[in-house]
C-alpha cells in the first residue's frame, strides 16, 4: 500500500515563502513522477507541477518562475519551494504520485493574506 504524507503548509503574507514536502513509502516503481495539484475553494482541483524520478520538471503557467519543484529519490520524497506568494496562490496543495497507480496525499492547506 502506498502512502503520501504531506507537511509545510501554512499562513503567509502575499510575496512570502513556504516549502512543501511529501513523503512516500510502500510498493513504488523506480520510475515514477512525483507532483503537486492545488484546489480553491469552489474550483475545481489544477495541477501545479511534476517532476520525474530522472529529474524532468515541469509547471502550470500560472507558478513559473515562482515555484520549484524537486525531488529526493533515496527518500522518495517530492519538495515544492513556493516563493512570491499571491493570495490566488491559496488553496489546499495535494501531493501526487504516479507508479503502479495514481495515488493522493491528504492535503495541506495554503493560504496567502494580502
Known amino acids: 500500500q502506498v502512502q503520501l504524507v504531506e507537511s509545510g503548509g501554512g499562513l503567509v503574507q502575499a510575496g512570502g515563502s513556504l516549502r512543501l514536502s511529501c513523503a512516500a513509502s510502500g510498493s513504488i516503481r523506480s520510475i515514477n513522477v512525483m507532483g503537486w495539484y492545488r484546489q480553491a475553494p469552489g474550483k475545481q482541483r489544477e495541477w501545479v507541477a511534476a517532476?520525474?524520478?530522472?529529474?524532468?520538471?515541469n509547471y502550470a503557467d500560472s507558478v513559473k518562475g515562482r515555484f520549484t519543484i524537486s525531488r529526493d529519490n533515496a527518500k522518495i520524497t517530492v519538495y515544492l519551494q513556493m516563493n512570491s506568494l499571491k493570495p490566488e496562490d491559496t488553496a489546499v496543495y495535494y501531493c501526487?504520485?504516479?507508479?503502479?497507480?495514481?495515488?493522493w496525499g491528504q492535503g495541506t492547506q495554503v493560504t496567502v493574506s494580502s
Open positions: 501526487n504520485l504516479k507508479s503502479w497507480d495514481n495515488y
Open positions: 517532476i520525474t524520478s530522472g529529474g524532468s520538471t
